[in-house]
């Protein structure tokens, strides 16, 4: 039993001696190597430490609809509970996952066509790849305005050009419609965003073997068990970082649904960031708005905890 039981602490010792070291135990091996950042980390805590800290500090209070911050009222959580508990969160947190699912499953899905499309051989490609690119280059404002007109129930183009093939009547009204906008909404951001995946796949694409491929096809592989037993595990870990990036930007997507609908019509396009804005400045109400902002921060750490996860599952397997 002795001699098991030293066995068995060896190999607990070796276990740890082989183990990824902790966080805090690596900052302390490396504490002098911090001394060369310590510059952007006080910048950092400066520009995004203190609004954080500050904002979580103001949700706990009742600010009046002014800019006298002097004369807020300690709340406690009353301001979550008041929010998490109101109808038109409800409304709003269904709008924004509406927008945030279609947008990020659809900006995916074309823009991991193009990337398979591109990553081919052909005449022209050259100047696809970048006539592809202008939507993402785009200002986001600029794009916003231009849909917006496309969108025009009177003088729109695509509404015309509907009544002009016979797909519609009469008017076509996008944005002033509570069962329309919100799709509309959806494609224009998905013709916005579509090109930052074509990238990411792309890039993707091109670290996956050919001899992979070429092995295959001896062992009479079609090209459709090519593509999924060999390319789509090879880009597990950038779709999932691609992904990940998409949830994050459409959450914080502002620019587009702001500038093209305001949140309406009835709120039908309202999203948690716009509603956020109208609380803060539009009505004034800094502590509310200031809850709702945290519950947003906290959605994202989630995600970003996620994010950072899947950058480091290489390295997390190479100390394993």
Known sequence: MSITHEAYRVSAAQRRAGARPGLLRRIRDHRADYLYILPALGVIILVIGYPVCYTIYLSFFNTPPSLAMADKIFVGFDNYIRILTSESFHRVTMNTMVWTVFST?????????????????????????????????????????????????????????????GLADG?????????????????VNVWKEFPFVMIMMLAGLQTVPDQLHRAAMVDGAGPWDRFWHITVPHLKGVSLVTILLLVVQNLNSFAIPWVMTGGGPAGASDIWITAIYQLAFGRIRFGIASAYSVILFVVMMSLGYFYVRALTQGDDRGHG
């Open 105 to 165: 499953f659809f900006a995916f899905v074309m823009g991991f066509a193009a990337a398979l499309m591109l990553n081919r051989e052909f005449i022209g490609r050259g100047i696809l790849r970048g006539t592809l690119l202008v939507p993402y280059v785009i200002s986001a404002v600029a794009a916003a305005y231009v849909w917006r007109w496309l969108y025009h129930s009177d003088f729109g183009v695509i509404g015309a050009s509907l009544v002009a093939l």
């Open 171 to 187: 008017q076509v009204v996008f944005l002033d419609d509570i069962d329309r906008v919100m799709p509309s909404l959806i494609v």
